[in-house]
């Protein structure tokens, strides 16, 4: 079945530094996102892209969706301690499976004040 | 306006038996997605539904069911329940469409444990 490929599973930054992190597939999806899971909640949508080639922002967070389709990142500036949680990209397929999402294992961001 | 809710939040089970899981999507929207989360294995689709439909199912063997009510609310089932079922089951609904939008919006979920 289709995997994703998160990284860095980890991360562990000063307050105020900018974060990266991806995603890659070895299949096409026609939509990428980004969700932030808190300890004890369920994961919050952050950004969605829909386009390849597509850049979004939502405040300090930005995203892009790979030219290829098969690849996406998420960009987090200047960090601040509310950003720490699981961080996971997932992936939407075309055609007859466009109900399900396909998440990649989630990078663990911790920020240190 | 109301979030989804799953009940219960925590339960804990024995081998063999089995549990039901419910959830009660935003109100307006008709799609309603499981998925299991673990330590190993992350998110892993289970199955969603649309307008009492079943429109597309994971990889996980028939102990795993569920169903969707006229109201939109939804429940699964586990039967036979093994150690490995252990985890956090979530549930998420989307949009009032039905679209096909990634767009979900998840629950709290339920803590699974089986002893």
């Known amino acids: 079945g289709q995997q994703l490929n998160q990284s860095p599973q980890s991360m562990f930054i000063q307050e105020g530094e900018d974060v990266s992190m991806n995603c890659t597939s070895s299949?096409?999806?026609?939509?990428w996102l980004w969700y932030k899971q808190d300890p004890g909640e369920g994961p919050v949508l952050l950004i969605a892209l829909y386009k390849a080639g597509e850049l979004t922002s939502n405040g300090r967070l930005t995203a892009q969706f790979g030219i290829t389709r098969k690849d996406s990142f998420l960009n987090i500036s200047a960090s601040i301690p509310s950003d720490v949680g699981i961080y996971f990209c997932a992936g939407q397929p075309g055609g007859g499976s466009n109900y399900k999402l396909t998440f990649g294992k989630g990078t663990l961001l911790t920020v240190n004040p | 306006k109301a979030g989804v809710t799953q009940t219960p939040r925590y339960l804990i089970k024995t081998r063999g038996q089995q549990v039901t899981l419910s959830c009660s999507p935003i109100s307006g929207h008709r799609s309603v997605s499981w998925y299991q989360q673990t330590p190993g294995q992350g998110l892993q689709f289970l199955f969603e539904?649309?307008?009492?439909?079943?429109?597309n199912k994971g990889n996980f063997p028939g102990r795993f069911s569920g169903r969707q009510f006229s109201n939109s609310r939804s429940e699964m089932n586990v039967s036979t329940l093994e150690l490995g079922d252990s985890a956090l089951y979530l549930c998420?609904?989307?949009?009032?469409?039905?679209?096909?939008?990634?767009?979900?919006?998840f629950g709290e979920g339920s803590r699974l444990t089986v002893l």
């Open positions: 998420a609904s989307s949009l009032p469409s039905g679209g096909t939008t990634g767009e979900l919006f």
């Open positions: 299949s096409i999806f026609n939509t």
């Open positions: 539904y649309f307008s009492e439909t079943q429109r």
